[in-house]
């Protein structure tokens, strides 16, 4: 199975999901996040402990993963990594335009949820693979109880504001599963 690169959106949505590593360990194979990634996906959304209605932004801290090296660090790297950033960069952020030059020309899967980026990506005959497909693919593999999926998949809707789109294949197992 080839590595994985992440981008900002997915990053932010593993992380909001409280179980970072936990997802990340039982895919069975190497995540990285371009240094224009880390500087992009910079905190989620947790309830304020003083407005039960509100929310503070809460610093994305990934010393815990790269420590343990569940989640690796790379840059663009080499001329040709670097044409092919700018060649993205045209179309796409900086960060997902770094996935998807280093994936390129690695032979890596893109983790992205953005849209132009997998439309761009798939044009580019570039592996995609989607927030709902990694966290699927835990459940697969790690089997949790339905009540941790439930509440990692509302982690992610309420600290990250992400839903898969209804086109998207694994939307009814999302909304099955967080009963709406």
């Not at 209605?53 to 690796?72: H, K, Y």
């Not at 960060?95 to 580019?124: H, P, S």
């Amino acid at each position: 199975m080839s590595a994985r690169i992440v981008d900002a959106c997915c990053l932010i949505n593993l992380y909001a999901s409280g179980k970072p590593m936990e997802i990340v360990g039982a895919l069975g194979t190497e995540f990285f996040v371009p240094e224009r990634v880390r500087s992009e996906a910079l905190t989620i959304h947790k309830p304020d402990e003083e407005d039960a209605a509100g929310f503070v932004a809460e610093p994305i801290d990934l010393t815990e993963a790269l420590q343990a090296g569940a989640i690796r660090q790379c840059r663009v790297d080499g001329p040709k990594e670097n044409e092919a950033f700018v060649r993205y960069a045209r179309e796409l952020d900086d960060g997902e335009a770094a996935c998807l030059a280093i994936a390129k020309r690695r032979g890596w899967t893109v983790a992205t949820d953005d849209r132009k980026a997998i439309r761009v990506a798939t044009a580019q005959r570039i592996a995609v693979v989607t927030t709902p497909e990694l966290v699927h693919k835990w459940v697969e593999t790690a089997k949790p109880e339905e009540s941790k999926v439930c509440e990692v998949l509302r982690n992610i809707e309420s600290f990250a504001r992400f839903r898969p789109g209804k086109s998207a294949k694994l939307y009814p197992w999302w909304t099955r599963v967080v009963g709406r």
